[in-house]
Every structure is written in structure tokens, then in C-alpha cells.
């Protein structure tokens, strides 16, 4: 039986940065989420503050989004 390819350092080095960058986006992510599901958030601010979380919620799905694709990137190469 062959061994396992060895996995390059850099790119192992950089699959756990996109995953602890992941993990603070889907932290922060849920924070927006928890805040956005709270029914006082609708009250009377006019608004300001549920379109500033909708924006930053907006913000954090793509970026989310972005991490993954290269996070998924960098899995394949890294196993190839």
C-alpha cells in the first residue's frame, strides 16, 4: 500500500486560516441573526439600527459564502 501524500505545509497553514476566519464570519453571522430575531429590535428607532444589522447580515453571508468557495479551493489542491 502507497503512504499518503504528504500535504504541502503552506497550504495546510492556510486551510486553517480560512477555517478560523470561517468560524469568526458564522460566530459574528449568528450574533447579527440573534440580534435581527429579537422582537424589541423592531420598536422605535425608526428602523436605523435593523437596516445597519440587514446590511451587516448581507455582509457576512457573502463573505461566508466567499470562504467556503476558497476554503473548498484550497482543500483540493491541497489534497492533490
Known sequence: MAPPPRQDPSAARRLRQLE???EQ???ELSRVEAQLADPAIY???G????AQLGQRQAELAAEQARLEEAWLA???SSSS
Request: aromatic share 0%; no cysteine.
Open 74 to 76: 484550497a482543500a483540493e
Open 25 to 27: 464570519v458564522q460566530a
Open 20 to 22: 478560523e476566519k470561517l
Open 43 to 45: 420598536g422605535n428607532d
Open 47 to 50: 428602523g436605523i439600527e435593523l
